[in-house]
């Protein structure tokens, strides 16, 4: 019996799968796919990244205590300020988040009604508490004057949230739904899901080192530092993925997508830092090229992050790891499996 | 329990815990001191120490700067249609040598001397969106009268190390914000959220014996009791420079100062 990192109902459906040239496919669990759902998940995932660039141009504009209340706004709970100076910016992030929390709200009825895979009906739970404490973060920073560990955590937790919601869209997608995945198994160690993880782990860090930056909590130089650390890590994963899984559309695709990501970051990164601190450090106020590098800079970084999970889901799903101790030497040919 | 049971009970302490802090938050704002000028003045302030005004000298002179001029940064104010002053920064003021905006204070010498806070208020005024005067000079427990003339709301933030951080807005013709520093601290920066180049400095003391150059460059400091002092000459950009001065009774002694070009 093949004994490997899958949960119990793909082992089922290991035990007869039809044989491919290079590999085995799985069928996929009995689920139906939902149109309406999926767009709603698409649009949630869209809208994060909205919230992520509105947020983005708050801390660069430097207007987060534009609006000096919360949850009020000026006082009011509906009133919509005249939006001048820091207040565009600050106001328009809130009425963002509002939406956003809005649909999370409606996804996750949705998902409790309609879903039958209650794994992800719990996800859809975790992704309503994720929202309700990012809001909470982002009063508790604008009631406590922008402290460097709650921005920080604020903007970390913005990200995380942006993944869930990106990995939500995947899981109610078509493809998700309905297609055989194809597997083979990673007998190479470190293991291409091992890779995977330490990417997002590297990828975490570096969130944290960059907003802790950006909230005055922390010097440039331990994220810069950290970019190298993650450039290698990120390339050495998706060589890894190129080079053993190319047959596999949904492991190469992502991986093409994370490495051309690590390198627009890397630029962006480096434009962010001649903008901001060789040349902006004593600027009289928020310029253009520094608003826009780092924005883009935050935005690509939380697109980096949300591929990188990605590819960590697909790997799971299409690259188990083979187990040596557990697994004899002929069944770890694939055709064998 | 089973499982369903307890997903949903994680859930739903989860959220209590969360409504929980946010009622936490709401309640610390209701709970912070009232913005009234006592709110941070000590609780009793000791008898003024009598300064004999028939001894009294004077210290006066004029910071220099020792270098070209810097050119004064422009500023951007297109983003608020109600601001329309004169756009250029104000952190190096340099007019034929002379350096404008120096606080200039008696950083020691006076012992243990008590003084009395004045009673009328400092006033710091914003219009054209930006804060007038730039540098302000005002005694631990002194009013500081804060007034909105622009047609926008401005919002003013203080972010002390030594004294408590506020944070709050004014819309145009709203009444005049009252404010006290309780505690000694120079170069406090406030600065206004609506409009990131509206910066200024407060400089909280706990003497009368302080002053801030004007576009000439020149300061004087009135009043001093004879003896040895240290003269601090502090620039928001440049540092501070400090000066040891003897004054002898009815004494007028000039002190002057310059500042070198901040090093790139």
Redesign the interface.
Known sequence: MVKCRVGPGRLRALRNPPRHPRGTTLKAIATTYNRGHHRLAVILACWTFLLIIAGALVTSNDAGLSVPDWPTSFGSWYKIPKLVGGVKFEHTHRMIAQGAGLLTIIFTVWTWRVEKRRWLRVLALAALGTVIAQGILGGLTVLFFLPPPVSSAHAALAQTFFCIAVAMALFTGRKWVEEQPRVEFDQRRPSLFTLTLLSIFVLYVQLILGALFRHHGLSWWPHVLNAVVVSFVLAWTAVRALTAYPQIEAVRRPAILMLSLVIAQLCLGFTAFLTRIAWGQNAVQPELPMVVSTVAHVAVGALLLATTVILAIQVWRHVPVALEERLPQAQRDPAAA | MNKKTG?IEI?VG??AL?AL??LA??S??EEAPAASPMADQPAMAPAATPIDPATVATINGTVKFDGPAPKA?K??MS????CKGMNE?E?VVVNGGDLANVFVYVKDGLGNRTFDVPKDPVVLDQSGCKYHPHILGVMAGQTVQIKNDDP??H?I?P?PKDNR?W???QPPSSPAIEKSFAREEIMLPVKC?????M?MYINVVKTPFYAVTGKDGKYEIKGLPPGDYTIAFVQE?LGEQDQKVTVAAKDTKTVDQSFKPAAE
Do not use: F
């Open positions: 997903w859930t989860m959220l969360c802090l946010a938050a709401c610390k704002k940064s500023i951007d983003q608020d249609p109600g920064a952190n926008t709301t919002n933030h972010t951080e944070n709050e807005s959220n609506q409009h990131p180049w910066k950009k």
